[in-house]
C-alpha cells in the first residue's frame, strides 16, 4: 500500500479547517458496538478517559490507566471507519514532563490507530503541547473545567466566572499558540464561551459552554440515558435506554421465573425438522 495512499476519515487539519463552519459533532465512545453507532453521525469519537465512571464504577477519572485507555482505544478503533479518533491521555501519564507525554501519547497512537490525543491544562500544558505536535503528535486540548483536577476545584463546578474568566482565556490562546488543533471548553459560561471561540484560531468544541462554540461534545451514555448516577445540566437525554434496559430484564427474569422463556420456540428437538437450517433445527 501506498505511503502517500489517504485515509477516508477525517484528519485533526480538516476539522482545524471547519472554524467557523458547520458545528462539528463530537461523542465519546469505548466499545466496538457504541463506534459503529455513532461513527456515520460524528466528525470526532473520542475515547475519553470518563470511560472510568461510566463503564467501570469508578468515583472519578483518576484512577483510569494508560492501559485501559489503549484498551478501549483499540475497541472504538474497530468500529470507527469516518470520524477523527481521539484518544485521552488519564491523569499521570503526561503531566510530569513532555518527554513523558510524548512516551504515552506515541504508545496510545501506535498501539490504537487512533489520530490524535487530548489531554488536559491550559498555560501549564502549553509547552508539552507544543513539544508533541512538532514531533508529529496532534493534540486536543481541554481547559475549563478539567475533570482529572478535580480535587484542586473542589468538585465539578463552573469555572471561568467573574475575573477568573481571564485565565481561561489566556489558557485557550496558550493551547492555540502551542498548536493544538481544537479545543475543549467545559462548564464555563456562556458569555466566557462565545468570547474565547472569536479570539482563538482553532475551533472550540463546547461542553456545558455555549451554543456559539465551533462544535459540541457529550458523553454517549449519558445524551442516551444510559449512566444516572448524575444528570449534569448541559447535558440532553436524546433516548431513556436505562430505563428501557431496567424493563427488559425485569421482563425477562418474570418470563424465566414464571417458565414462560424458553418456549417451544427457543428449545431444539432430537431430530432437524426437514428444510430448516441447521442453526435454528
Excluded at 83 to 92: E, I, K, M, N, R
Excluded at 203 to 217: E, F, L, N, W, Y
Aim: proline letters at 6%; glycine letters at 10%; a negative charge.
Amino acid at each position: 500500500m501506498s505511503a502517500t495512499g489517504r485515509s477516508m476519515a477525517l484528519t485533526p487539519p480538516e476539522v482545524l479547517a471547519r472554524k467557523g463552519g458547520v458545528p462539528i459533532v463530537c461523542l465519546t465512545a469505548y466499545t466496538t458496538p457504541i463506534a459503529r453507532l455513532v461513527d456515520p453521525h460524528c466528525d470526532i469519537v473520542l475515547v475519553g478517559d470518563s470511560v472510568g465512571m461510566v463503564l467501570h464504577g469508578l468515583p472519578s477519572t483518576l484512577g483510569v490507566t494508560l492501559d485501559m485507555m489503549i484498551l478501549h482505544g483499540q475497541a472504538v478503533r474497530r468500529g470507527v471507519e469516518r470520524a477523527l479518533l481521539v484518544v485521552d491521555l488519564p491523569f499521570g501519564s503526561y503531566e510530569e514532563a513532555p518527554e513523558q507525554a510524548f512516551r504515552s501519547a506515541a504508545r496510545v497512537m501506535r498501539e490504537t490507530g487512533c489520530a490524535a490525543v487530548k489531554l488536559e491544562g491550559g498555560e501549564s500544558m502549553a509547552e508539552t503541547i507544543r513539544f508533541l505536535t512538532r514531533r508529529g503528535i496532534p493534540v486536543m486540548a481541554h481547559i475549563g473545567l478539567t475533570p482529572q483536577a478535580v480535587n484542586t476545584f473542589g468538585g465539578y463546578k463552573v469555572q471561568g466566572r467573574g475575573e477568573s474568566g481571564a485565565a481561561i482565556e489566556r489558557d485557550a490562546a496558550a493551547v492555540a499558540e502551542a498548536g493544538a488543533f481544537a479545543v475543549v471548553l467545559e462548564k464555563v459560561p456562556d458569555a466566557l464561551a462565545r468570547k474565547i471561540t472569536a479570539q482563538i484560531p482553532i475551533p472550540s468544541i463546547g461542553i456545558g459552554a455555549s451554543p456559539a462554540c465551533d462544535g459540541q461534545v457529550l458523553v454517549v451514555d449519558d445524551m442516551l440515558g444510559m449512566f444516572s448516577d448524575f444528570r449534569p445540566k448541559f447535558v440532553r437525554r436524546y433516548a431513556e435506554l436505562g430505563n428501557d434496559a431496567q424493563t427488559a430484564i425485569a421482563a425477562y427474569a418474570e418470563d424465566v421465573r414464571q417458565r414462560r422463556f424458553p418456549d417451544e420456540s427457543h428449545v431444539f428437538a432430537d431430530e432437524p425438522a426437514a428444510g430448516r437450517k441447521a442453526g435454528n433445527a
